[in-house]
């Protein structure tokens, strides 16, 4: 893990961090019109492997160093919050149907069929609500505050999970109180037409609500999260860019599964659950952070728009 994010992040960004310092040192040399030049007989001369790190000067390191040259120390917290935006709904995705259809741990033992048709249904319809929504906000109040916003929807479905590995008491007591199991009535029938065998009954309820309000804040946070990244890239770079941003979305919560893994069989999910909610906060941080520095650059070019005018 650490070796990866050594490979990954630290070494492209601190070899772009010196190759901006050492373009702005030479360009202060030929302002100042100071020359380096060689000594006789030491003319330059392309070496067979020179082609390859060509290839990957132009492919990682240049579009690298146009994010760090653009936004200076501020890429640092870009970094940290791209690393952290979607690691407290994605690290645990391993563990879902484990957690699901599981019976130790806090496992809540449901069926193939139910967890089907709660999450692969209901889950993947809601994924799309809350892309619709995401997509509205964004229109209507702006790709920060829906950044920040995604970022604690987030983190605060993780309690709704580890709720329910708790027995659910939460999840009944709100649903009692509303009268929304009454909501899914139509499931019966719906499972009996797709041949599922599903009983309904509040345990299964209370998971297809739960699995829908996360789905509805991945799908948000996902929204936000992709204008976000489309927002900060160069379009002369766009593509590559993207990519490496959208990777390093993924890394944390890939390489974080494993030492979960253990803390489940150790502690159980409903543990995990409630340290995922508050690792979910730095990205809550950073996002707040990022939405304050992006409204006094917007106030900065404002300002200095209109003196110019």
Not at 197 to 218: F, H, K
């Amino acid at each position: 893990g650490p070796l990866i994010v050594i490979a990954a992040i630290i070494a492209p960004v601190a070899a772009a961090a010196m190759l901006n310092w050492r373009s702005d040192i030479s360009q202060m040399i030929a302002q100042t019109g100071m020359a380096l030049k060689l000594k006789p007989g030491a003319e330059k001369t392309a070496w067979p492997g020179q082609g390859a790190l060509d290839a990957l000067y132009g492919s990682v390191l240049e579009p690298m160093i146009d994010i760090v040259a653009r936004l200076k120390l501020a890429a640092v917290l870009v970094l940290i919050l791209v690393l952290s935006y979607r690691f407290a709904d994605l690290v645990w995705g391993a563990f879902a149907y484990p957690f699901y259809l599981g019976a130790d741990y806090g496992a809540l033992g449901h069926t193939l069929d139910e967890v089907a048709i709660a999450s692969k249904l209901l889950g993947v319809l809601m994924t799309f609500v809350g892309i619709g929504v995401g997509g509205v906000a964004i229109l209507r109040i702006g790709r920060m505050p829906c950044l920040f916003f995604g970022a604690v929807l987030a983190a605060a479905t993780n309690l709704l999970f580890a709720d329910l590995a708790n027995g659910g008491a939460g999840a009944d007591a709100f649903m009692s109180a509303l009268h929304l199991y009454s909501l899914f009535g139509f499931v019966q029938p719906l499972a009996n037409y797709l041949h599922l065998d599903v009983t309904m009954n509040n345990a299964l309820a209370q998971l297809m609500l739960v699995i829908s309000a996360e789905n509805i804040a991945v799908g948000f946070a996902s929204a936000a999260n992709v204008v976000y990244l489309s927002s900060i890239v160069n379009k002369r770079y766009a593509a590559v860019q993207y990519a490496l941003l959208a990777s390093l979305t993924f890394l944390l919560g890939s390489l974080g599964r494993g030492a979960l893994g253990e803390l489940i069989e150790q502690r159980g999910y409903a543990y995990v659950f409630y340290l995922t909610a508050a690792l979910g906060l730095v990205a809550v941080v950073a996002s707040a952070l990022e939405w304050l520095r992006q409204s006094r650059v917007d106030k900065s070019e404002a300002q200095s728009a209109s003196r110019a005018s």
